[in-house]
């Protein structure tokens, strides 16, 4: 099976911090993707990428960057951290298009 | 712009009831829809999928239908568990790699 690994269940950061969240997957996938997961909100995309060191923004991508370079890992950066970056952030992959998406377990980051 | 809209939670619902979780969606083609489930605690995983107009995906007891002309894919399971606890989300995707997903169902349901 497919697996997405984030490095971190929980994050526990300050205002101002700069943040990395980091993302493995280990099927050769060409795309990445990070979301955040908020209530009544659902999941927004922030930022994907189909190939190294290439990277799309997604609908809400103000106040984060995103490194890719190599093909397994997705990195999201949050240059300088806020109270309302606090959230669920999830990793998925996909191979080609239209594809299912393999999620890892999220990240949830409470900025302080 | 494509989206999903579902229907609003939580639903409560006792064992072996019947479930169904509207969805319907906008779509500037010919979409593929989806629905995820999330368990406690654990990312999003496909419960199914359904690539064109009338195909019916189906997994785990759980179906939905294409509907192209009420551009719909209501979910729908006829005898739920407990083990069914979960938030689920309809979506689309139709132009490259992207998604969109619904705000999510939570699904509660009591012994």
């Known amino acids: 099976d497919v697996k997405v690994t984030q490095s971190s269940r929980y994050l526990v950061k300050r205002t101002g911090e700069k943040v990395f969240l980091e993302c493995v997957q280990d099927m050769d996938h060409e795309n990445m993707f990070w979301y955040r997961q908020d209530p009544g909100l659902g999941l927004r995309l922030i930022y994907f990428s189909y190939d190294v060191k290439m990277k799309e923004k997604g609908d809400i991508p103000e106040g984060y960057s995103v490194s890719r370079e190599k093909k397994e890992r997705f990195s999201l950066i949050l240059e300088s951290a806020s109270t309302n970056q606090t959230s669920m952030y999830l990793c998925?992959?996909?191979?080609?298009?239209?594809?299912?998406?393999?999620f890892g377990s999220g990240t949830q980051l409470s900025v302080l | 712009g494509d989206s999903v809209t579902q229907m609003e939670g939580p639903v409560t619902l006792s064992e072996e009831a019947f479930l169904t979780i509207n969805c319907t969606y906008t779509a500037t083609g010919y979409p593929s829809l989806f629905w995820y489930v999330q368990y406690p605690g654990e990312g999003l995983q496909l419960l199914l999928k359904a690539t064109k107009a009338d195909d019916k995906g189906s997994n785990k007891g759980f179906e939905a239908t294409y509907r192209k002309e009420t551009t719909s894919f209501h979910l729908e399971k006829g005898s739920v568990q407990v083990s069914d606890s979960a938030v689920y989300f309809c979506?689309?995707?139709?132009?490259?790699?992207?998604?969109?997903f619904g705000t999510g169902t939570s699904l509660t349901v009591i012994p």
């Open positions: 998925a992959s996909s191979q080609g298009q239209g594809r299912k998406l393999f």
């Open positions: 979506a689309l995707s139709e132009l490259g790699n992207q998604f969109y």
